[in-house]
């Protein structure tokens, strides 16, 4: 009870037009109109009111079933949805990034690339070959057996939700993270059934012009959003102008571009 109602007050501040109305943001997964663009692949959006210049945001989301789609990381400078393959059903940036590398623990093609990075709020998402995934704590990743068996993953924070609880430091201030900040967000999670979400903010006040506007959500109303998506685990990647998805619907594709390029994107190809 206690879990739920704290979630719920995560949910205040956040609503979703759903019905011709605006709701509650507890009504946002049953909102969703999902379209299927492949076996295992499907999409929708949605509109977030919110406080100050989150007053109109445009949430994108995707989900991919990973027994259907395989991951991988194209690790290139100045990467974006730009440079996908032509067979990515999905393509967005990847962790975070310093200095213009990646940053922590990055296994590419089965290969350790990077060593774990430190951060309390950090944690690896290893792609299995499998098809399953795994949530993997910082000193999990130290463990130079934590790649095995692992087609791709990477590092990245913050975490949003442990087994659907939003950790302490994005519910009390003064614990190492800004909880006031508003951006542009970029988010992974992985529901009850195993499907990965990812969900996208764009600023929806000046038409999609003007979409790219790092207008948005803070960290802890991102945690709300992926938990209202039913995400069981999250975390965020980089967002603000580096965030950025693209979606292959047959012979089209829609794109939501970043406004600077990163070193490292997660692809999903049909397997």
Known sequence: MF????????WVALS??????????SRLAASLEWRPTAPGVSWSEARISGPGEAW???????????????????RAPGWSIDRAPEAALLA???GQFTNGLPWGWTVTDGRLQNL?????????????????VRWLEPDALRDPRAQLGVAAGFQSYPRLLTDGVVPLPLREEG?????THRDARLA?????????????????GAGDALGFVPFGLTVTEMAGVMQALGARNAVLLDGGISGQMLIREGNESRRWRGLRTVPLGLVAISR
């Not at 979703?16 to 943001?25: D, I, M, T, Y």
């Not at 614990?175 to 909880?179: E, H, K, M, Q, Y």
Request: glycine fraction near 12%.
């Open 175 to 179: 614990r190492g993270v800004d909880l």
């Open 116 to 132: 774990a990075g430190t951060g309390p709020l950090s944690v690896g998402v290893a792609f299995d070959s499998s098809g399953a």
């Open 3 to 10: 879990v739920t109602a704290l979630l719920t007050s995560l």
């Open 188 to 204: 992974l999670g992985q529901d009850r059934e195993g499907n990965i979400l990812v969900a996208l903010t764009r600023f929806d």
């Open 56 to 74: 109109r945001i445009r949430l994108i989301v995707t989900r991919l079933d990973p027994h259907q789609v395989r991951f991988r990381l194209d």
């Open 92 to 94: 967005i940036n990847a």
């Open 16 to 25: 979703v037009w759903s019905g011709g109305r605006w709701a509650p943001l």
